[in-house]
């Protein structure tokens, strides 16, 4: 007699693996590589090498020490390594690339359990850790128009016009006349990290995640769409500098890439809601009103950490229950 096995429901199939997710996440990063590849040259392909290689060695490493399952065939450590490089100034020396991707895979995600238990986005977190610990490093950007160091990001300008409006009353016009086109922002054009220039690059990548499902709408939409709307709303009513602020610095490679992490942002859609528009608020405020330039790292973090309380006050009520106070 055949014995039937019995299981407790819910009885959901799905096609998805963590494998098949982070694979598809790998192929959404490949036009903001290939772009910030043949922008920035040899430096940004050999960062990039190095940090796919020490995060998936990295991994293996602690797991084999901790005597666990070696899980780098889930892809999960190359997607971090990849994210990581693409936070890096193309300039930066080759040893920070082993030094990021220590915090990120070991600080940020093994230590808190590994694959899904990390209440940040490790490579996010390696970018904070990295700018706090080696701020002239990770400040120094190539523009790939002449092929100079430069500082000078549009973000920078932007902040440096606001600065001069607000301190003297005087015009900005000699700081925002130095900014690149839009078109060349909206390209990848400008000084920037090696995968955060080229917004039509991210955009082909959202494209690709939307249409695979791999994720919605809620988070990246609103976070970027928010961005331009409060940039909008808060700084003048300047429709230019609003897409300026969506095109330059980490909205896109941030809002598309980091903010959807599944084990630090919100499951349900309101919860996801309030999550973007948050981030969206901190990153507006900190380029606007603090002292950095950018404002996505610690918006993403910030965030991050608020994710469970978001989580506790907009869960869905679970049926056959009743709500406190009720009869």
Not at 248 to 268: Q, R
Request: charged letters at 10%; glycine letters at 10%.
């Amino acid at each position: 007699m055949e014995l039937m096995q019995a299981t407790s429901s819910p009885h959901i199939r799905a096609p998805e693996t963590t494998t098949s997710v982070m694979r598809d996440v790998l192929i959404a990063l490949v036009p903001t590589t290939a772009v910030g590849l043949y922008n920035f040259g040899l430096n940004a392909g050999l960062l990039t090498i190095l940090c796919l290689a020490s995060c998936v060695l990295f991994e293996a490493l602690f797991q084999k020490l901790r005597k666990q399952p070696v899980t780098i065939g889930d892809l999960s450590a190359a997607v971090t390594g990849l994210i990581l490089a693409l936070n890096l100034p193309s300039n930066a020396p080759l040893w920070i690339a082993p030094i990021g991707s220590f915090f990120a895979i070991i600080v940020v995600k093994q230590l808190f359990g590994g694959l899904g238990q990390n209440f940040m986005n490790p490579a996010m977190g390696a970018r904070v850790f990295l700018v706090i610990s080696y701020p002239t490093i990770m400040t120094r950007f190539i523009d790939p128009v002449t092929d100079t160091i430069s500082q000078a990001t549009p973000l920078s300008l932007i902040k440096a016009a606001s600065a001069v409006s607000a301190a003297s009353g005087d015009g900005p016009d000699y700081w925002l006349g130095q900014l690149p086109s839009l078109k060349d922002a909206f390209l990848g054009f400008i000084p920037g990290t090696i995968g955060e220039t080229s917004a039509l690059a991210l955009l082909i990548g959202l494209v690709y995640l939307l249409v695979r499902k791999v994720v919605t709408w809620h988070i990246p939409v609103v976070y970027i769409a928010g961005v331009f709307g409060l940039t909008f709303l808060l700084d003048g009513f300047d429709a230019s500098m609003s897409l300026y602020s969506v095109c330059a610095g980490g909205v896109m490679l941030g809002g598309i890439f980091m903010l959807t992490d599944y084990a630090s942002s919100p499951m349900n859609k309101t919860g996801q809601l309030i999550y973007a528009f948050g981030a969206a608020l901190l990153t507006v405020v900190i380029r606007l009103y603090g002292g950095y330039n950018e404002g996505v790292m610690f918006s993403v973090l910030l965030m991050n950490m608020l994710t469970p309380m978001i989580e506790h006050f907009t869960a869905p009520r679970v049926f056959g229950t009743r709500r406190k106070g009720a009869n």
